[in-house]
């Protein structure tokens, strides 16, 4: 098992930044990916960014250039800094841990963390 613990939400002006982050715990094995997703009232849940063990990462579209995320292995944490924010970015944001060993895919979900970009 994995826990998730986010941190770093809340109220944010447009045009504002704020930095969220994640911290893993429990069985964690050394080659995996954590990453961010965020679900926004009446919508499905999307990728933010994610991030492997070895640095790759992958942004959604809709955050490219805005937001960046990164990682500190030896401390199994994942930050999110998000600048430019705007209010179509309101939503909770999850923090997942994926990973496939032997053949089985293995996801953890954070609690959710709420983000309200509004003026």
């Known amino acids: 098992q994995v826990q998730l613990v986010e941190s770093g939400g809340g109220l944010v002006q447009p045009g504002g930044s704020l930095r969220l982050s994640c911290a893993a715990s429990?069985?964690?094995?050394?080659?995996?990916?954590m990453g961010w997703y965020r679900q926004a009232p009446g919508k499905q849940r999307e990728l933010v960014a994610a991030?492997?063990?070895?640095?790759?990462?992958n942004y959604g579209d809709s955050v490219k250039g805005r937001f960046t995320i990164s990682r500190d292995n030896a401390k199994n944490t994942v930050s999110l800094q998000m600048s430019s924010l705007k209010p179509e970015d309101t939503a909770v944001y999850y923090c997942?841990?994926?990973?496939?060993?032997?053949?089985?895919?293995?996801?953890?979900w954070g609690q959710g963390t709420q983000v309200t970009v509004s003026s």
């Open positions: 997942n841990y994926f990973l496939r060993r032997v053949g089985v895919e293995y996801s953890y």
């Open positions: 429990g069985s964690i094995f050394s080659i995996n990916v």
């Open positions: 991030i492997t063990s070895g640095g790759s990462t």
